[in-house]
């Protein structure tokens, strides 16, 4: 879809610039000149650092314009979803509420994908019910502890660990997520009551009790959908805009556009308009959200030690009844935020900085629990209804910041009126697009074996995301290093045998390398132009076969050795290494034809030789 | 050392002989059809999975002499050790000789390493000790299954796992054992008493106690060291024998020669009568092994059940008691023999075959556990001895395996004299020769990164041998997870730029490239001939990168394609993918010369074309 958007119509310009530093500059600065900013000078340093410098200058009414729907769309998402993330978390409704605003402003400033909104969800609040033993005090110093961990992962650069979530993950991930937070809303789609939140238990209650199906809901639920699929259809097949439109035209064109983008916003205001009619009349066939606890949370330091019934605890008893979770909220909430992150700049063609994306995340959650939030993350569905309602800088959050700052004071009368149902059905639009079909056929012709990684991370997503990721992650890992172990080996028969791994040697396909070039068991060349570094187990097992070739009176000849690779052989001193510039002089030479001798390194080098060679 | 007399002196070819099956081969035939034989046809297939085939054929009375006096040298150590190694596991001694038999007989059928020999060990006897309650029938359990899981690795051919354990993670565990296992002899060499069996406590321990050094057996050991460098030495540079030498000279040239080889049976038994003669006299200076207990093993089923003082304990209740031990002892087992066989190997440059070992071990301990052995691993010490004493195959096991057994029904009368401190001399001198000081400066020379993995393992090894193995492994392999996350691209400057990765590209390395090429900003040529696979991640990264240059108006073509990365990127359908099949035709395309139109496979791609590359 956002393709499309982004290639039709005018409102769609923007949504390609704000994506990363780079391509922001890009933009804002002539292509040519991108390199020279992007690498030294300060400034562009500081943009890295701070990615809205690099957006803001470029910021227009027009963005304002889909940020504020946007911000709206979530906002009007986030705070029902607070509440009953609190209570999956054990912590009081409001606690859901004090974590969901400081995401959006430290986001603001450090965040690099224009999608991703931080706060409370499903997976870090089931995390913390586990560490935390109900008791706010200590999910409040939990949140300050993971912030600090993953503030120090974010300064000492190891984003780069993401590098190695493949795409079939990542993928996986989406799909799953997409399928048990969509099939996570039928409940409230349908009114039911009392339905368990792991997957397979939800399922098969959720068919049980179908009959207990609230006709209100589900008329209001289905209702929604229908509208916003219809509103959805509607914006992606709207004409371009032309300038010489009559204004009539353009002005109509204007107000559908707008309340097309803005439909997740209007269906749920509509809804409550809807549900507070009813409430006049005295009968109310919804399901609302409901009474939401009012004031904003006091600014004041993580608790370092909490009294309970039975005496006070000190901070390190708390640390040590925290256990494991020290290590598992923090790594989740990276994990979680990232590959959200990822997913949506991949969907969206733009690139999210690992390392900025830490810092920012664990900024939040240290600053948060200074407003007495629990531990966040990245929040799949708000960051889907994000994207869908055209979102196109981080900027979008503040008014989502902000609105759940004023409904802490002041909105929570209105929103009492919200029915679930409404919600339900903008949270299935937004995730129903993110279960991608067609990636199985896709795997299945560029690389099948990316099949492996991707079912892995899908099935056992269901299970637990975090186990999906990390078995997905493990399982493309090892495909990985096993083609490292056992790289291709090209065989080319002619006047003499030519070796050629057809790519880089690494120490695992040391073995392999000596049993296929002794099972050939005639020597030959080994020609070594796609080895760019060779480390010391290659170098040594290449020693032990020179040394068994030579006890079967076989020479192995080199050919297009790089310089690395080359000064590594000849600090090794390898008995019997004689290598040559180029494939003719080796086979001339083998062939015992006139020729060039080669450059024998072994007892009878010639030092200045080797020394100079080894300086070259 | 063993280089030197593989090339002098007719004793030395069999060494080169007994390698690996295909070495064995090679000589047994004409290096020519070696390639034949290890390939196909059954018989060499029956040669792979009963490695004595090979080398039994060619086996000579030459080979004989050498493996009865290594066999000879090796029982003559094991027996003590096995009596000491049942200490350390908490079972009554005898079960140390019923783990010291079997390995040398299966081994014999089985193993791929001449030097290797399989027994009880220091570690593995701790750690059955941590898991067995000091209870026989927990430990005889233990052997068992773990023998089966070893068997069902080896049938699974998950030897690959153990081409991850590089060059400098097997150096360092070589000389921190080295180090461990020669010092813990010096409390024998001195005799010493009471001393913890932890490497640190031990040093401080013996340092402390150094003055209740015992004179008699500080002056044998030093005796019997000084001896066996002495008959070292000799060997070492004996003068290579000529047909043209007169009788008398070769016979006491043969005497010395034996003399020489078997010094450490020779040391053993003289210091055994030596302390024999000094029990006669009634006066005995020298801490003597003792009593061994006799008779052989009963042949019967591991328990399944066994019944303690409160009640009979079910199988399944003795495999939850045992708990992680079943999988700690069995890979603890494969890691520590194969890494042992994989040291001796380098050193003595043969190659074994891992899942063939893992059978054989597997084995061992399956068949072995009938007979009331405890888990056995490869000893480094005794394979060190086996070594040294210049074994051929491994038909010096059944020497070995024949001494214990009959060591258990007669000769424990005659093992009783043999003082501790001579065998103590044996280890010592044995390990000495292990510890490489060169590898640190030829590290540095050849391949400076690799001195981290190799510092990891020997400096944890002396904290646990298993910790440091298994933490040189990972460092290893993260360092190749990071060149390939990293890999180098070169940049050429010319009448157009070129961009070539220097070696594969794999997902972890998506990222980077795109960062490399937009920061160049300028579009230009992708060499990609080093890339002999792709994975779905770099396909789509390949493809965002082009649609990211697309709005920056810059083209970017491809050369160099193999087949396999072409097939992909086309099963792709990138959006603007161009290639060519030479550099030069891409730059004249760029440059706006007149010259060859690009494949383009986009939106107006031929069918009938794409169809015939995918099928090519």
New interface residues.
């Given amino acids: 879809m956002r393709d499309q958007r982004r290639i039709r119509g005018p409102a769609l310009r923007p949504t390609?610039v704000m994506s990363s530093p780079?391509?922001a500059l890009?933009q804002a600065s002539s292509?040519?000149c991108?390199?020279a900013l992007?690498?030294c000078c300060s400034f562009s340093a500081w943009q890295r650092r701070l990615p809205f410098l690099a957006w803001l200058p470029a910021y227009s009414l027009q963005w304002l314009k889909m940020d504020c729907i946007a911000g709206l769309s979530v906002g009007l998402t986030v705070i029902p979803q607070a509440l009953a993330y609190a209570e999956v978390a054990g912590l009081p409704p409001q606690y859901g509420l004090y974590s969901a605003f400081m995401g959006c402003f430290v986001y603001f400033f450090l965040g690099t994908s224009r999608d991703l909104t931080l706060g409370p969800t499903a997976i870090m609040s089931l995390l913390v019910s586990f560490y935390t033993f109900h008791e706010p005090a200590y999910a409040v110093l939990l949140a300050f502890l993971s912030g600090c961990i993953q503030l120090a992962m974010g300064f000492l650069r190891l984003g780069?660990l993401l590098?190695?979530i493949?795409?079939?993950v990542i993928k996986g991930f989406t799909s799953a997520a997409a399928i048990t937070i969509g099939f996570g809303q039928i409940k409230n789609l349908l009114g039911l009551q009392n339905i368990p939140r792991q997957f397979f238990l939800q399922v098969y209650h959720t068919f049980l009790n179908i009959g207990e199906t609230r006709l209100g809901d589900a008329v209001l639920g289905l209702v929604c959908m229908v509208l916003l699929l219809a509103l959805k259809l509607m914006r992606d097949h709207m004409p371009p805009a032309h300038p010489e439109m009559p204004p009539g035209v353009q002005l109509s064109r204007g107000l559908v556009w707008t309340s097309t983008t803005a439909r997740n916003a209007l269906v749920v205001s509509s809804a409550a308009l809807v549900a507070y009619s009813f409430e006049v009349t005295g009968y109310q066939p919804f399901l609302l959200t409901g009474e939401i606890a009012r004031g904003l949370p006091p600014l004041q330091a993580p608790p370092f030690s909490v009294t309970t019934a039975n005496g006070t605890v000190s901070f390190t008893e708390m640390v040590q009844d925290m256990g494991a979770g020290l290590a598992v909220v923090p790594l989740m909430g990276l994990l979680e935020s990232i590959s959200v992150a990822k997913a949506f700049a991949?969907q969206n063609?733009y690139?999210v900085d690992a390392n900025q994306e830490l810092l920012a995340i664990g900024l939040t959650n240290t600053l948060g629990s200074l407003l007495s939030s629990y531990p966040v993350t990245g929040s799949f569905g708000r960051t889907a209804v994000n994207a869908q309602s055209g979102v196109c800088t981080p900027a979008g959050g503040l008014v989502t910041g902000a609105l759940v700052l004023l409904s802490l004071d002041y909105l929570t009368s209105l929103f009492y009126y919200i029915p679930k149902a409404a919600l339900a059905a903008v949270i299935i639009m937004a995730v129903a697009p993110l279960f991608d079909t067609k990636i199985f056929g896709?795997?299945w012709?560029?690389?099948r074996?990316?099949l492996l990684p991707l079912c892995a991370t899908f099935l056992l997503c269901f299970w637990e995301v975090q186990y999906g990721i990390l078995a997905g992650t493990l399982v493309?890992?090892l495909l990985?290093?096993?083609?490292?172990?056992r790289?291709?080996i090209q065989v080319s028969e002619g006047p003499v045998l030519v070796l050629q791994p057809?790519?880089?040697l690494?120490?695992?396909?040391?073995?392999?390398l000596?049993d296929s070039v002794?099972?050939?068991?005639?020597g030959g060349v080994l020609e070594c132009?796609?080895?760019?570094?060779?480390?010391?187990?290659v170098?040594?097992?290449l020693g032990?076969l020179l040394?068994?070739l030579r006890?079967?009176?076989?020479s192995l000849a080199f050919v297009g050795l790089?310089v690395p690779v080359l000064r590594?052989l000849l600090?090794?001193d390898l008995k019997g290494f004689q290598y040559f510039s180029t494939l003719e002089e080796a086979e001339k030479y083998l062939r015992q034809e006139p020729g060039p001798e080669p450059y024998n390194i072994c007892e009878d080098c010639v030092p200045e030789h080797k020394v100079a060679l080894l300086k070259a």
């Fill in positions: 390609l780079v391509d890009g292509p040519g991108n390199m992007s690498t780069l590098d190695f493949s795409c079939p991949s063609s690139r896709m795997l012709q560029v690389k074996l990316d493309s890992v990985l290093l096993h083609s490292v172990a790289p291709k057809t790519s880089g690494h120490f695992p396909a040391t073995e392999a000596r002794l099972s050939q068991a005639l132009s796609h080895i760019c570094s060779i480390d010391y187990t170098v040594l097992g032990e040394e068994d006890k079967q009176g076989i790089q590594a600090a090794a």
